[in-house]
């Protein structure tokens, strides 16, 4: 493995701002293409909470972008949060 491999974030950044710049990428794609967005509330213990706006709010399937596409997404990657929360604005 080499050192010069190409980091999205800071190397050494935070669990938190990791997370934050996933969200961020899954935010881009749900705004492109869907005219939703999510954006990262918080990180408590190993729950993630999240806020969905725009085409998401009242979308029958905001539910199944939750927990199949941002919550699958972010275990792929932190496998260690247990589960993600959508709270209200």
Do not use: N
Request: proline share 2%; with cysteine; glycine share 14%.
């Amino acid at each position: 493995m080499t050192d010069d491999v190409a980091h999205s974030h800071p190397v050494g950044a935070s669990k938190e701002d990791r997370l934050r710049e996933l969200i961020g990428v899954l935010s881009a794609y749900i705004e492109q293409y869907h005219g939703g967005w999510v954006r990262m509330v918080g990180l408590e213990g190993e729950i993630l909470r999240v806020e969905l706006g725009g085409a998401c709010e009242g979308c029958d399937l905001t539910q199944t972008t939750l927990q199949g596409w941002i919550g699958g997404t972010v275990r792929q990657f932190f496998p260690e949060i247990e589960r993600v929360e959508a709270v209200e604005s």
